[in-house]
């Protein structure tokens, strides 16, 4: 099996189209991914998608469904039929929005999406979870909702990477772990709370790194992206 040299997702946050192909054509498709999340997709619609891919991008659609099972199913097919590497729903929707969304993937022709959960976003620490009623530790949720997705016959979950090392022992070595909330040591935490390195997320496990504003608000996001490749390539 070919290893992946492709860890590194940025996520093109911007408003417009022309600000997240001007990003692109900086970056090199044969070393990272992009991701199109709510702001950008909702702006653009699915011809950002097909732009990227036309420049050569495998692109993470990150619109994290969560809904229905009929409808999140629905919503995954139309990601899949776009052609996307990777879509997510939230694991919180349940084992059975879960199953009929990879139910429906396996209904696509020839497709090769990669279909992952959110467990708690990386924004989120204990006290956010008390207020919606789960008086319960980030980590002992995130491990409840992976195997869940695991057992929903997901490929894998997006968490921090605080928590990858102790879910590689209780999840297959072949479930994808997508981690954002990375943060290079000199760079703004933001909104985000569960954080860790690039160098310490791949060090525990990670799969992908998913990173947004390090590199995409830096004064030179070419340069920025290229520190975190030196920081990686000794490791990948
Ligand atoms: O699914 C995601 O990609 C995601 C899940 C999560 O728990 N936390 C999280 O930050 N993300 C996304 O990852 C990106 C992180 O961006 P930065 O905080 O700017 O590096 C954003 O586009 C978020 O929407």
């Excluded at 189209?17 to 990272?32: E, G, I, N, S, T």
Aim: net charge negative.
């Amino acid at each position: 099996m070919s290893v992946d040299k492709k860890r590194v997702i940025v996520a093109l946050d911007y408003p417009d189209q022309q600000q997240a192909l001007a990003m692109a054509k900086q970056l090199d498709p044969q070393r990272c991914r992009v991701k199109v999340g709510k702001e950008l997709f909702t702006r653009c619609g699915p011809g950002i998608v097909e732009a990227l891919q036309s420049q050569g991008f495998e692109v993470f659609l990150d619109l994290k469904f969560h809904d229905i099972p009929n409808t999140t199913a629905k919503a995954v097919r139309a990601a899949a039929e776009l052609g996307v590497w990777m879509v997510n729903v939230h694991a919180s929707g349940g084992r059975k929005m879960m199953e009929a969304a990879r139910n429906e993937l396996e209904q696509v022709n020839g497709s090769n999406t990669l279909l992952i959960a959110v467990t708690i976003l990386t924004s989120m620490e204990r006290s956010d979870l008390q207020e919606i009623g789960l008086d319960i530790d980030p980590l002992e949720q995130v491990k409840r909702l992976a195997a869940l997705t695991e057992r929903s016959g997901l490929h894998g979950v997006v968490c921090s990477a605080q928590e990858v090392k102790p879910l590689r022992d209780i999840i297959a070595p072949d479930f994808k772990l997508v981690t954002p909330g990375i943060r290079p040591a000199d760079a703004d935490v933001g909104d985000q709370k569960r954080i860790m390195t690039p160098s310490d997320a791949i060090t525990a496990g990670s799969d992908y790194l998913v990173i947004g504003r390090p590199i995409t608000k830096a004064d030179s996001p070419i340069e920025s992206l290229a520190r975190i490749d030196a920081e990686l390539s000794p490791l990948i």
